[in-house]
């Protein structure tokens, strides 16, 4: 039988509208869902007009989106409010299975960077009183929930007289931008100072495919927010990380007013928080350049943010002494040295180890940090088994930036692929440091610039008095 599809108006949050497209591309692949777009997508408008060929796709995509606030199935579309009118009265017919007596209802208004009193938006919604409804109105939880709204662009300080476009439809679902504030790092139990905020946190997990039952890894997990990310899509959640003190919770707060961490702050108590025990697979300290994982052991996905060595240091364990032993007598105290970890090793043993241990079709989604100016593509980490399937920027300052990047492994690695010799991997901090220098030494000339004007000032005025 031939699919009927049906328009559906997607309509997105208007914050990281870089990772839309691999936030949606990701989840339409996750429940090989099959989408149209009927109108070419404006990359920093709120919505997309799209299809699917049933409100089941629509509804799933959509309730696991966290870029998405909700989907409608789009009943009329038009660029002024007469023409919706118009469109609407001569297909009322159409909707009639929603309007019967005993089908509750309600609508919203919603006026899209443009603000209207509550009784304009009540004028609003008495203009469709030749909607032939007869059911109850019911504001919590009705049967058919409508919506109108009136689109009058992005720029919020000098909207137009009349929208640009005016959609009319029926809500068919909701993203999960709520699970931002149940997840929020202002009230969770454990957080350190890099913490992933539960927006990007889920958009990493979304991207990563995550679903019930699946093994997810994060080897440099900090205080574990990707992990209550992956574990709230259903993942069993494992993490690693070299800092001894922040898995146990020991490390200085991160919070301002907070003088001391309470004794029972750990990546497991924020699991309990969110009722994800169940999900906790757990943590142990591990130096991501000694592997310990058996060869065969595979992941479904990999979700990581590495040490960019800017807040935090980038160390493994070693030393720069030759021949260095510890004596028996000392080695159950010993605690090691450690040694630089440079971003370029870093990322390519993480490449080569998700080569190695993620299933083929499983994903790595991981951060990479770049100097904006020197970006291109090619500098990214590269690997034959892994394919780059999306990369969106997060600027961080005017100079530099991370990248979101998702790869997919396609096939299992040969023995040279695991080595993956005179590959080298561009490290931004060098070029960083020596601009973050300049930058402070421009701001200390300014100043001392400012200083000297404001002192010959003083001593100007100081002699006119005198005179
Ligand atoms: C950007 S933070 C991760 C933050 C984490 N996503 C969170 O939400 O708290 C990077 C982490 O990598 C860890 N790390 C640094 N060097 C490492 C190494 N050689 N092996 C494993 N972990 C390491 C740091 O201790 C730090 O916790």
């Known amino acids: 039988m031939a699919k009927s599809w049906k328009k559906y108006l997607l309509w997105f949050a208007q914050e990281h509208i870089e990772f839309r497209n691999a936030e949606i591309e990701s989840l339409l692949s996750l429940f090989k869902i099959e989408m149209r777009y009927a109108q070419k997508p404006q990359s920093k408008e709120p919505f997309w007009i799209v299809e699917f060929s049933s409100e089941g796709d629509a509804q799933l995509l959509t309730s696991r989106s966290v870029s998405l606030r909700n989907c409608m199935e789009l009943w009329g579309h038009e660029k002024s409010v007469d023409l919706l009118h118009n469109s609407l009265r001569k297909k009322c017919e159409i909707f009639a299975p929603y309007f019967s007596p005993n089908k509750s209802?309600?609508?919203?208004?919603?006026?899209?960077?443009?603000?209207?009193?509550?009784?304009?938006?009540?004028?609003?919604?008495?203009?469709?009183?030749?909607?032939?409804?007869?059911?109850q109105v019911r504001l919590n939880n009705p049967d058919t929930c409508l919506q109108y709204i009136e689109y009058y662009g992005i720029i919020p300080n000098d909207p137009p007289e009349l929208p640009h476009d005016v959609f009319f439809g029926k809500c068919v679902a909701y993203g999960l931008r709520q699970l931002m504030k149940k997840l929020s790092l202002k009230t969770r139990k454990f957080i350190g100072n890099t913490s992933m905020d539960p927006?990007?946190?889920?958009?990493?997990?979304?991207?990563?495919?995550?679903?019930?039952?699946?093994?997810?890894?994060?080897p440099f997990v900090g205080s574990g927010s990707l992990l209550v990310a992956a574990a709230e899509f259903g993942g069993y959640v494992f993490g690693s990380d070299i800092d001894y003190l922040m898995l146990h919770g020991k490390t200085k707060p991160?919070?301002?007013?907070?003088?001391?961490?309470?004794?029972?702050?750990?990546?497991?108590?924020?699991?309990?928080?969110?009722?994800?025990?169940?999900?906790?697979?757990?943590?142990?300290?591990?130096?991501?350049?000694?592997?310990?994982?058996?060869?065969s052991f595979e992941f479904d996905a990999i979700i990581t943010d590495p040490p960019y060595g800017i807040r935090e240091s980038t160390e493994k364990v070693g030393t720069e002494k030759p021949n260095y032993t510890v004596s028996e007598e000392h080695l159950a105290t010993h605690i090691p040295a450690k040694i630089e970890y440079g971003i370029p090793s870093i990322y390519k043993d993480?490449?080569?180890?998700?080569?190695?241990?993620?299933?083929?079709?499983?994903?790595?989604?991981?951060?990479?940090?770049?100097?904006?100016?020197?970006?291109?593509?090619?500098?990214?980490?590269?690997?034959?088994?892994?394919?780059?399937?999306?990369?969106?920027?997060?600027?961080?300052?005017?100079?530099?930036?991370?990248?979101?990047?998702?790869?997919?492994?396609?096939?299992?690695?040969?023995v040279d692929e695991l080595s993956l010799e005179g590959?080298?991997?561009?490290?931004?901090?060098?070029?960083?440091?020596?601009?973050?220098?300049?930058?402070?030494?421009?701001?200390?000339?300014?100043?001392?610039?400012?200083?000297?004007?404001?002192?010959?000032?003083?001593i100007k005025n100081k002699q006119n008095c005198a005179e």
């Open 423 to 458: 590959v080298t991997i561009q490290d931004f901090r060098e070029k960083y440091f020596l601009l973050r220098e300049e930058t402070r030494k421009e701001k200390r000339h300014k100043e001392a610039a400012i200083r000297k004007e404001n002192w010959d000032k003083y």
């Open 350 to 414: 993480l490449i080569i180890f998700a080569s190695k241990h993620l299933k083929v079709g499983g994903r790595l989604v991981c951060w990479f940090p770049v100097l904006r100016d020197d970006y291109t593509v090619n500098c990214l980490p590269k690997h034959p088994c892994l394919k780059l399937l999306a990369n969106s920027e997060q600027p961080l300052s005017k100079v530099t930036s991370r990248r979101l990047l998702t790869y997919e492994k396609t096939k299992h690695p040969s």
């Open 254 to 295: 991160s919070r301002i007013r907070q003088q001391k961490r309470a004794s029972d702050e750990s990546v497991r108590a924020n699991m309990q928080q969110y009722n994800l025990e169940h999900k906790y697979l757990d943590v142990l300290i591990n130096d991501f350049a000694m592997v310990f994982w058996r060869d």
């Open 199 to 218: 927006q990007l946190s889920l958009l990493m997990a979304n991207q990563a495919k995550v679903k019930n039952g699946d093994i997810i890894l994060d």
């Open 105 to 135: 209802f309600k609508i919203e208004v919603e006026t899209y960077c443009k603000h209207f009193t509550q009784q304009e938006k009540v004028n609003k919604l008495e203009t469709f009183n030749y909607l032939p409804i007869e059911g």
